[in-house]
């Protein structure tokens, strides 16, 4: 009995260090994105808005200014830089399509690929509809 008390308190103590040793460790983590600094108000406010409309590739419909992921961060800091850089917003929204794909855009461009992938499930389900319509008219056509 005097063996599992031992080893009961042996794991407690050894939890209780190891998260604080964790904890600590964490606290201590800065990102270079939170310390960032613009040169002027003007271009704090174009990156912020601009971060607000991109999505994080990682997270689930989260902007780069909700998402607190590694990956948002790293990408809200390369937005920052490149408008400070002096960068237009389109500019910016081009290179993020190019690195991630339309997904980080909440506002994808008007393209024949999007048009397809929007297109032929409203035709599918209009062609569907039509012949549902249709053969309801011809078994009530059989009946009478």
Same mark, same amino acid.
């Given at each position: 009995?005097?063996?599992?008390?031992?080893?009961?308190?042996?794991?407690?103590?050894?939890?209780?260090?190891?998260?604080?040793?964790?904890?600590?460790?964490?606290?201590?983590?800065?990102?270079?994105?939170?310390?960032?600094?613009?040169?002027?108000?003007?271009?704090?406010?174009?990156?912020?808005?601009? !971060? =607000?409309?991109? +999505?994080?590739?990682?997270?689930?419909?989260?902007?780069?200014?909700? $998402?607190? /992921?590694? @990956? !948002? =961060?790293?990408? +809200?800091?390369?937005?920052?830089?490149?408008?400070?850089?002096?960068? $237009?917003? /389109?500019? @910016?929204?081009?290179?993020?399509?190019?690195?991630?794909?339309?997904?980080?855009?909440?506002?994808? $461009?008007? /393209?024949?690929?999007?048009?397809?992938?929007?297109?032929?499930?409203?035709?599918?389900?209009?062609?569907?509809?039509?012949? /549902?319509?249709?053969?309801?008219?011809?078994?009530?056509?059989?009946?009478?």
């Amino acid at each position: 009995m005097r063996l599992v008390w031992r080893l009961m308190v042996l794991l407690a103590l050894s939890l209780t260090f190891g998260l604080s040793v964790h904890a600590a460790g964490y606290q201590s983590i800065s990102h270079p994105v939170d310390l960032f600094k613009f040169d002027s108000v003007a271009q704090q406010k174009q990156a912020i808005h601009l !971060a =607000k409309t991109l +999505r994080c590739p990682m997270c689930q419909n989260q902007n780069l200014i909700e $998402s607190n /992921s590694a @990956v !948002a =961060k790293d990408i +809200r800091l390369r937005v920052f830089e490149l408008v400070k850089a002096g960068k $237009s917003d /389109s500019e @910016v929204k081009e290179y993020m399509v190019a690195r991630y794909g339309e997904h980080v855009l909440y506002q994808p $461009s008007f /393209s024949m690929k999007n048009a397809l992938l929007w297109g032929i499930p409203i035709v599918l389900g209009l062609f569907m509809i039509g012949f /549902s319509i249709g053969h309801i008219k011809r078994s009530i056509r059989g009946i009478h």
